[in-house]
């Protein structure tokens, strides 16, 4: 039973890790350039209905990723391998991927979600030429952007330390 709760735990903890990843790297590379190519008023209209969802199932699939990550070191057997941090290679990446992780989510959680939500407040008032949000919402999008990037960066760097994990 404990090998199937170890089996069941890893696999949630990968499969949410692909999804979040994943999700985030076809939103940047994929989707986002896709809605910047539509027309304002449909652009406007899409986006609403999509941003909201995809950052939340981000946001909940980073969750899921960092909590089945945490039980996957218990059903692992491997938590004790935690206390020689300094020697174990397995507990350097573990920590450092996990570290990279929360930060990940901190970063959706304090920036990408509310600035998709004043993006989505600002569109219609500067697609009806309030002056002061037409001027506020391409700083909001190089805030996005910037994040976006950032996002590759620590995605590619967790990726790169469960990697170096698993084959310690």
Avoid at 71 to 81: I, Q, T
Avoid at 103 to 131: F, M, Q, T, W, Y
Avoid at 144 to 161: E, Y
């Amino acid at each position: 039973m404990d090998e199937l709760f170890r089996l069941l735990v890893q696999f949630l903890h990968v499969l949410s890790g692909i999804l979040w990843i994943g999700g985030g790297l076809y939103t940047l590379f994929v989707q986002t350039p896709a809605l910047l190519a539509v027309p304002g008023p449909a652009r406007g209209a899409a986006l609403a209905q999509i941003a909201p969802r995809q950052v939340s199932y981000l946001l909940r699939l980073g969750e899921i990723t960092i909590a089945t990550g945490v039980l996957n070191v218990f059903a692992s057997g491997k938590a004790g391998l935690l206390q020689s941090l300094g020697t174990s290679r397995w507990a350097i990446a573990i920590v450092f991927g996990a570290a990279l992780a929360i930060v990940l989510l901190g970063l959706g959680h304090a920036v990408i979600k509310p600035s998709i939500e004043k993006l989505l407040a600002l569109g219609p008032r500067a697609a009806s030429g309030d002056p002061a949000a037409s001027f506020e919402v391409p700083i909001v999008l190089e805030r996005l952007k910037r994040v976006g990037q950032a996002q590759i960066v620590l995605g590619l760097a967790i990726i790169a330390a469960m990697v170096t994990a698993r084959l310690s």
